[in-house]
T-cell receptor, first 110, second 116 residues
Framework: DAKTTQPPSMDCAEGRAANLPCNHS???????VYWYRQIHSQGPQYIIH???NNETNEMASLIITEDRKSSTLILPHATLRDTAVYYC???????????FGAGTQVVVTP | DGGITQSPKYLFRKEGQNVTLSCEQN?????MYWYRQDPGQGLRLIYY???????QKGDIAEGYSVSREKKESFPLTVTSAQKNPTAFYLC???????????????FGAGSRLTVL
């Protein structure tokens, strides 16, 4: 399974867009990019996933580069409740095991 | 109320005792997973199961055991062989059939085990 690289932490001002980068330079053609977040002492929550097209839902947007070697999760208007650890994961199989790295600690400040 | 129920939420045990963490789901999801999380770390996979009566070891299975006798249940036993069992344990489920939402992991609220 491909590995991902994320910055360990980033800050964001409330109301501004938060752009979270993820590198996955060894991603294979059939691997999806998934994003989850984990608020302190809770179970991770699914945010969004995609294969090669950009995706948007009510929580966030996912931008995947054309070569698929990196992606960006965009929280369009960050709130204090978005403070969490964000995990970027690539998953090889249709069901495959999800391998979580250390993620990015995002702190949204007033 | 659909979802995943993990119990107990907090558990204290003496060193050398086996403990069993419960994970029950009413989502009718096929696969179930157990992860372990240590402070400041990501999640590490302990065991997973795609179907009833079948399960596979994850990356850190030593000192743990599981069973999958029913689709709804996937209990995890932390045995005395686990060298450092104090951690946050997370159960997750996954619907394997196609369609929207398939393959996405859904997590329970977790169980925090402290070994004294």
């Amino acid at each position: 399974d491909a590995k991902t690289t994320q910055p360990p932490s980033m800050d964001c001002a409330e109301g501004r867009a938060a752009n979270l980068p993820c590198n996955h330079s060894t991603i294979s053609g059939n691997e999806y990019v998934y994003w989850y977040r984990q608020i302190h002492s809770q179970g991770p929550q699914y945010i969004i996933h995609g294969l090669k097209n950009n995706e948007t839902n009510e929580m966030a947007s996912l931008i995947i580069t054309e070569d698929r070697k990196s992606s960006t999760l965009i929280l369009p208007h960050a709130t204090l409740r978005d403070t969490a650890v964000y995990y970027c994961i690539v998953n090889r199989d249709s069901w495959g095991k999800f391998q979580f790295g250390a993620g990015t600690q995002v702190v949204v400040t007033p | 109320d659909g979802g995943i129920t993990q119990s107990p939420k907090y558990l204290f045990r003496k060193e050398g005792q086996n403990v069993t963490l419960s994970c029950e789901q009413n989502l009718n999801h096929d696969a179930m997973y157990w992860y372990r999380q240590d402070p400041g770390q990501g999640l590490r996979l302990i065991y997973y199961s795609q179907i009833v009566n079948d399960f596979q070891k994850g990356d850190i299975a030593e000192g743990y055991s599981v069973s999958r006798e029913k689709k709804e249940s996937f209990p995890l036993t932390v045995t005395s062989a686990q060298k450092n069992p104090t951690a946050f344990y997370l159960c997750a489920t996954q619907r394997l059939a196609g369609g929207p939402g398939a393959n996405v992991l859904t997590f329970g609220a977790g169980s925090r085990l402290t070994v004294l």
